[in-house]
C-alpha cells in the first residue's frame, strides 16, 4: 500500500510571502525521510503540502507538482479530502478529541468517511489500530475512558492510531516527540521503526539525534537570510548526512554551529 512521492519544483507562498522554493525530492516507500533545518526554514511548511494542508490557510497556495502513486496531487481534478486520506498526519502536540473515549478518538477519521459502521467493524478497526500504535495493551481495558486522560506519550501515540486507523500510504509527523519526554519519545521512535515497514513516514525534527535514530533518508532545509524563503539544501541518505554531506552548510549545521 505504501507509496513513493515526488516532488517537483515546488514553491510555497503564503499570500504575496514566498516560504519555501523550489523543493525536488523524491520520499522513497515504506521508510522514514526526516526534515531538519533551523527554525522559520519551512519544514512544517513543506510538510503541509504533501497532503494539501497548506491551502487550508486563507491566501496560501502551493506550485509546482507533487506526485502520489502516478497522480499529481494538486492536480484539478484531484479532491484534497481524498489526498488527505492517503496522507495522514500527527502533529506536535497530541491533539486527543477532548469530549471523546479513546474508542471514539480512534474511530474519529472512519466516522467522517463511513457513517455507518458496524460496531463488529469498528472493534476491528480500533484493536488493530491499538495495536499497531502499540498502545493496545496500555488501553484495552479502558477503551470508553476519556482520551485527554492519557499520558502525554499514550496520547500521541492515540493520535497515530488514529491516523492509521483509516490506513493511509503516508503518514506525516511534525515534532511529533517535542512535548514528550524521553521515555515517551523512544517509544515512539521504536513504534516509527515499526511503522516504516507498511508507511512512507515523514518527519519532521529539530532533534538531530532523532533524526539520525530513527530516519533512512534526511532532507536539510535552510534560509539564506530572514524573511526569504527557505529551501531545500541537501537530501541524501540519513549515513551520508551525518557522516559525510556534500554542503558545508549541512556540515556546519549538523555539527551545531548554527541553528
Ligand atoms: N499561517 C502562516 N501565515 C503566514 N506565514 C506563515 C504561516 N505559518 C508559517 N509562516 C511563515 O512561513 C515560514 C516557514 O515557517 P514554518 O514552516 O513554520 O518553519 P519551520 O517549521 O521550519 O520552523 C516562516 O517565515 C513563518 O513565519
Ligand atoms: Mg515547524
Known sequence: MATSI???????????FKAVEGVNMTIKARSVTAFIGPSGCGKSTFLRTLNRMHEVIPGARVEGKIVLQ?????APSVDPVAVR????????RANPFPTM?????VLAGNRLNNKRLKKSEADTIVERSLKGANLWNEV??????????????????LCIARAIAVQPQVLLMDEPCSALDPISTSAIEDLIHELKSTYTIV???????????????TGFFNLKATGEPGHLVEFN???KM???PDNEATEAYISGRFG
Do not use: C, W
Open 6 to 16: 515526488d516532488v517537483s519544483d515546488v514553491n510555497i507562498y503564503y499570500g504575496d
Open 70 to 74: 502516478g497522480q499529481d496531487m494538486y
Open 85 to 92: 486520506r492517503q496522507v495522514g498526519m500527527v502533529f506536535q
Open 101 to 105: 473515549s479513546i474508542y471514539e478518538n
Open 140 to 157: 484495552k481495558d479502558r477503551l470508553n475512558k476519556p482520551g485527554m486522560g492519557l499520558s502525554g506519550g499514550q496520547q500521541q501515540r
Open 203 to 217: 518527519i519532521v525534527t529539530h532533534n538531530m539525534q532523532q533524526a539520525a535514530r530513527v530516519s533512512d533518508e
Open 237 to 239: 541518505s540519513t549515513e
Open 242 to 244: 551525518f557522516t559525510n
